[in-house]
T-cell receptor, first 114, second 114 residues
Framework: DQQVKQNSPSLSVQEGRISILNCDYTNSMFDYFLWYKKYPAEGPTFLISISSIKDKNEDGRFTVFLNKSAKHLSLHIVPSQPGDSAVYFCAASAEGGATNKLIFGTGTLLAVQP | DTAVSQTPKYLVTQMGNDKSIKCEQNLGHDTMYWYKQDSKKFLKIMFSYNNKELIINETVPNRFSPKSPDKAHLNLHINSLELGDSAVYFC?????????????FGPGTRLTVT
């Protein structure tokens, strides 16, 4: 049962343009959402998060949007840079984060072309 | 200085063998985790420990036994290895149990069972 889905396995964008990565979830109990970024041969690193009480969180070039009614979140990167090329994982948790149990999607490989 | 380190980075072994993967964090964190990323790229939590106490055990076969000798270490011992155990195993740590505490991942251990 895949509770967090990233339906696009890969995405290619031009440098300077906007990258939009999407994530859908099925569990209405999820109340905290995160994006992690992973380079080859490295572990995932935290990028940005959002609580279910918000619909937007911004950090520099990265913005995460949450649409609770659609059970959908997206990560916008603008402008995209070649160094952003990596796999992006969406993750979610429930129970107010009491157990810090994260449910991950399968990732989207972003390629930013110079 | 590596925040979360794992050894070995690669492990190739035969079915039926017993092997261990070691994890150490130098961040002073209280909580540590083991994740498994299978061939379909699902990144799933296996275990979490808080102050050496088991918190999460995600229906992992009892051939997998985590051991936390102290807060800075969480080792994973696997008995009677099977082909399906082939995966990348990631260790992670966080300041505490809350999801609000960012998880820091190690570089992963690629286990191949032949």
């Amino acid at each position: 049962d895949q509770q967090v889905k990233q339906n696009s396995p890969s995405l290619s964008v031009q440098e300077g343009r906007i990258s939009i990565l999407n994530c859908d979830y099925t569990n209405s109990m999820f109340d905290y959402f995160l994006w992690y970024k992973k380079y080859p041969a490295e572990g995932p690193t935290f990028l940005i998060s959002i609580s279910s009480i918000k619909d937007k969180n911004e950090d520099g070039r990265f913005t995460v949007f949450l649409n609770k009614s659609a059970k959908h979140l997206s990560l916008h990167i603008v402008p995209s840079q070649p160094g952003d090329s990596a796999v992006y994982f969406c993750a979610a948790s429930a129970e107010g984060g009491a157990t810090n149990k994260l449910i991950f999607g399968t990732g989207t490989l972003l390629a930013v072309q110079p | 200085d590596t925040a979360v380190s794992q050894t070995p980075k690669y492990l190739v072994t035969q079915m039926g063998n017993d092997k261990s993967i070691k994890c150490e964090q130098n961040l002073g964190h209280d909580t540590m985790y083991w994740y498994k990323q299978d061939s379909k790229k699902f990144l799933k939590i296996m275990f979490s420990y808080n102050n050496k106490e088991l918190i999460i055990n995600e229906t992992v076969p009892n051939r997998f036994s985590p051991k936390s000798p102290d807060k800075a270490h969480l080792n994973l011992h696997i008995n009677s290895l099977e082909l399906g155990d082939s995966a990348v195993y990631f260790c992670a740590s966080s300041q505490g149990l809350s999801t609000l505490h960012e998880q820091y991942f190690g570089p992963g251990t690629r286990l191949t069972v032949t």
